[in-house]
């Protein structure tokens, strides 16, 4: 395997013309620890991509002058690990080449996201970080890059970054990588003395430990961590708990937050953090009748090994019942009372697929009627239905670990769903899809009267007052014409695990 050294732009953009593939890129600024070694493996591992690995000490970075001059520079040592890692190729610019680049702007990290932890104490750190790694990729022009979750604020202010300057570049993490003695690697770590090391071990166990008490307790008491670091005359910069994805303190509605903090040994500044998890992850599914939901729902459930939950199920089961017993659900009164007498339940059948009852009766089949397509919408619309299943729905993912699908789980149901997507595909696609599942159930239906009928209901899902169909702010959206429903399930889980720590893989 070629191993280049590219000393100068010229020389990047000389390698970069005789590429016929594209580059995953692993920046790094030197001092080569297990963690890079890592990321340049998980690297070479993703794809048929050349490696790019970029050493190069920012010096915009340091807003301590002594911790720049200090910062351990082992380059040959670097460059030999680089490449028995699996690097192709070694971009090992000069500083002045990288500072002196006009045409490229300085970058502002984003305000919000750098106004805690490490931002606090380190005034234009992470502006550093973001005008170095903006010129890295405007002259590379990788299509991965790849980054340690160890410093996790970066990670989230640089994918930030990407988002709203609208980059090109997918981001791959790993999780933070440890010592045998539980401690995060980081260049800095050669620096410490053997009680220094001992000072940070200490550091890590204890976040750790809160950890294990947050798991039974589900709150952290800082005071409490403090004033054992306090004991041990440890010199905390800072320690906070915060929402894991926006970095604030609101963090009473979060289900994943992050207990991170910074300590001095002797003049050496380390950090390290934990994830903090209330319940299991939910995934939220939405879309239009047709778009695939059920059958992507349903494979990740089985994938991820999640509850499934069909909502729409719900509101056909809750409308045959109260035609069955011919309930005159437009009476506010009447129905509030036979809404209190209801018992919504799913069960496993032999089929791996799931029943539905309601007040005991398995009403799995009839609820697909075309009787019950054509009222579901119109009941579906009415508040007092839409309040009690809402309720039913929150109580069943309680705990999370579910994934469920409908026209409101990430907007009403579940709004603080880890992941909501958007399902969509044509109206011709949703007929046609629709059509074959009929045919299945030996119903007979004209194509373009079928159309008609998604459409109609289409509208009255989307317009009705309460909680219509829309895609939430922060879900992605999918369109699913081209895609096998393994394909669809397959993306999102992918889409998913992206947006979780690593870490936090082996909570759920
Ligand atoms: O499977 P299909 O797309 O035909 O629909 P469904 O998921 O079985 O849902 C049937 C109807 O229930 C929808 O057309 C909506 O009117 C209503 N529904 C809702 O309002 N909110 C949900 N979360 C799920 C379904």
């Given at each position: 395997m070629q191993q280049t050294i590219l000393k100068t732009i010229n020389d990047l953009n000389k390698w970069k013309n005789n590429l016929e593939k594209n580059i995953n890129f692993v920046p790094t600024m030197g001092n080569l620890h297990k963690g890079h070694l890592e990321l340049i493996k998980h690297s070479n591992k993703d794809g048929s991509n050349e490696t790019l690995v970029s050493i190069f000490i920012n010096p915009l970075q340091f807003n301590d002058k002594k911790d720049f001059i200090n910062y351990p520079k082992t380059i040959e040592k670097d460059i030999k690990l680089a490449f028995s890692s699996g690097a192709n190729a070694i971009f090992l610019p000069s500083e002045k080449e990288i500072l002196n680049l006009k045409s490229l702007t300085y970058q502002k990290a984003c305000k919000k996201l750098s106004s805690n932890l490490c931002g606090k104490s380190r005034e234009g750190h992470f502006d550093g970080v973001c005008t170095v790694v903006f010129r890295m990729l405007k002259l590379i022009n990788p299509q991965k890059m790849f980054l340690g979750e160890k410093d996790w604020q970066q990670l989230i202010i640089l994918k930030n970054?990407?988002?709203?300057?609208?980059?090109?570049?997918?981001?791959?993490?790993?999780?933070?990588?440890?010592?045998?003695?539980?401690?995060?690697?980081?260049?800095?770590?050669?620096?410490?003395?053997?009680?220094?090391?001992?000072?940070?071990?200490?550091?890590?166990?204890?976040?750790?430990?809160?950890?294990?008490?947050?798991?039974?307790?589900?709150?952290?008491?800082?005071?409490?961590?403090?004033?054992?670091?306090?004991?041990?005359?440890?010199?905390?910069?800072?320690?906070?708990?915060?929402?894991?994805?926006?970095?604030?303190?609101?963090?009473?509605?979060?289900?994943?937050?992050?207990?991170?903090?910074?300590?001095?040994?002797?003049?050496?500044?380390?950090?390290?953090?934990?994830?903090?998890?209330?319940?299991?992850?939910?995934?939220?599914?939405?879309?239009?009748?047709?778009?695939?939901?059920?059958?992507?729902?349903?494979?990740?459930?089985?994938?991820?090994?999640?509850?499934?939950?069909?909502?729409?199920?719900?509101?056909?089961?809750?409308?045959?019942?109260?035609?069955?017993?011919?309930?005159?659900?437009?009476?506010?009164?009447?129905?509030?009372?036979?809404?209190?007498?209801?018992?919504?339940?799913?069960?496993?059948n032999l089929n791996s697929d799931q029943d539905i009852f309601i007040n005991d009766i398995c009403v799995t089949d009839q609820i697909r009627s075309q009787k019950i397509t054509s009222i579901v919408s119109s009941i579906a619309s009415i508040s007092k239905v839409r309040e009690f299943l809402v309720k039913e729905q929150r109580k069943i993912g309680d705990k999370g670990g579910i994934v469920a699908e409908g026209r409101d789980i990430g907007t009403t149901v579940f709004p603080k769903a880890e992941i909501k997507i958007y399902l969509n595909a044509s109206i011709d696609e949703r007929a046609k899809r629709r059509k074959i599942e009929l045919e299945i159930q030996d119903q007979v239906i004209n194509f373009n009267k079928l159309k008609d009928q998604i459409k109609k209901r289409d509208l009255d899902d989307s317009t009705r007052n309460i909680s219509p169909l829309v895609k939430a702010e922060d879900a992605v959206e999918i369109t699913t014409d081209d895609y096998t429903a393994e394909q669809i399930a397959d993306k999102i889980i992918q889409i998913f695990y992206e947006k979780l720590p690593k870490e936090i893989r082996n909570d759920f």
């Open positions: 970054m990407i988002k709203e300057l609208n980059l090109k570049v997918e981001i791959k993490s790993i999780n933070t990588q440890r010592d045998t003695d539980g401690v995060p690697f980081s260049s800095r770590n050669n620096l410490l003395s053997t009680p220094e090391r001992k000072d940070l071990q200490f550091f890590s166990e204890e976040l750790k430990k809160a950890k294990k008490n947050f798991i039974v307790n589900k709150t952290i008491n800082l005071k409490e961590i403090y004033n054992s670091f306090k004991n041990k005359n440890l010199k905390v910069e800072y320690l906070q708990h915060l929402s894991a994805f926006s970095l604030n303190e609101s963090i009473n509605k979060e289900n994943i937050t992050i207990l991170a903090g910074a300590i001095l040994c002797g003049s050496t500044r380390l950090i390290d953090h934990v994830f903090l998890m209330k319940r299991k992850p939910i995934i939220a599914i939405d879309g239009p009748a047709g778009s695939g939901k059920s059958t992507v729902t349903k494979l990740i459930a089985k994938k991820l090994k999640f509850i499934y939950l069909d909502t729409g199920a719900m509101y056909r089961a809750l409308s045959w019942f109260l035609i069955d017993q011919k309930i005159s659900y437009d009476n506010d009164n009447i129905l509030e009372e036979s809404l209190k007498k209801l018992n919504i339940v799913f069960k496993s």
